[in-house]
């Protein structure tokens, strides 16, 4: 079975860092692209960042690029997401999702980790 | 970027109703559409793929049609279990976007 496990979400205040995990199991991890999709309470998600499953491949959405760096590490079976110079606007639950070969939809989502960043 | 815009915004039905939900892209993305089902406090589930493809495990009530521009998603015959919110998804070209949501309520 597919599982798909984020941590690291929590309380910081603006300007603040934070760095996000993704635990994968259940599946060959290092064959599959991955990404980060965010959602702001009552809001739609937010699709923010994907990793080719080798890792050199990378792509961002405007709202985080130049502040959020996303990367993996395949023998772990994880992928992270650090989050610099966090706003307000950047709060909301955060999941890592699996691209089903490369193709661009998103078969298996995590739980997602709250971020809130807030004084 | 591609806009993606659902109506209607909510949509009260009952058990036994036949719903479609329209997605509507801000420029062509072929068929390079997804939708996805989200209860409260869970994750957007797949449940079809390339417009029309239905992802493992999802009950055949569900179908979706359209190519272009316009999207559609029909619930032949709503039950209980489909009373969510659900969100449409292009990866025509990034950055992939979702629309706003379509929520299915109870009437």
């Known amino acids: 079975e597919v599982q798909l496990v984020e941590s690291g979400g929590a309380l910081v205040q603006p300007g603040g860092s934070l760095r996000l995990s993704c635990g994968a199991s259940g599946f060959t991890f290092s064959t599959y692209e991955m990404d980060w999709v965010r959602q702001a309470p009552g809001k739609g998600p937010e699709w923010i960042s994907k990793?080719?499953?080798?890792?050199?491949?990378?792509y961002y959405a405007d709202s985080v690029k130049g502040r959020f760096t996303i990367s993996r590490d395949n023998p772990k079976n994880s992928m992270y997401l650090q989050m610099n110079s966090l706003r307000v606007e950047d709060t909301a639950v955060y999941y890592c999702?699996?691209?089903?070969?490369?193709?661009?939809?998103?078969?298996?989502w995590g739980q997602g980790t709250p971020v809130t960043v807030s004084s | 970027d591609i806009q993606m815009t659902q109506s209607p915004s909510t949509l009260s039905a009952s058990v036994g109703d036949r719903v479609t939900i329209t997605c509507r892209a801000s420029?062509?993305?072929?068929?390079?559409l997804a939708w996805y089902q989200q209860k409260p406090g869970t994750a957007p589930k797949l449940l079809m793929y390339k417009v029309s493809s239905l992802e493992s495990g999802a009950p055949s009530r569900f179908s979706g049609s359209g190519s272009g521009t316009e999207f559609t998603l029909t619930i032949s015959s709503l039950q209980p279990d489909d009373f969510a919110t659900y969100y449409c998804?292009?990866?025509?070209?990034?950055?992939?976007?979702f629309g706003q949501g379509t929520k299915v309520e109870i009437k």
């Open positions: 420029q062509s993305i072929s068929t390079w």
């Open positions: 999702a699996r691209d089903r070969d490369s193709q661009g939809f998103l078969d298996s």
């Open positions: 998804q292009q990866y025509n070209s990034y950055p992939w976007t």
């Open positions: 990793i080719s499953s080798s890792g050199n491949t990378i």
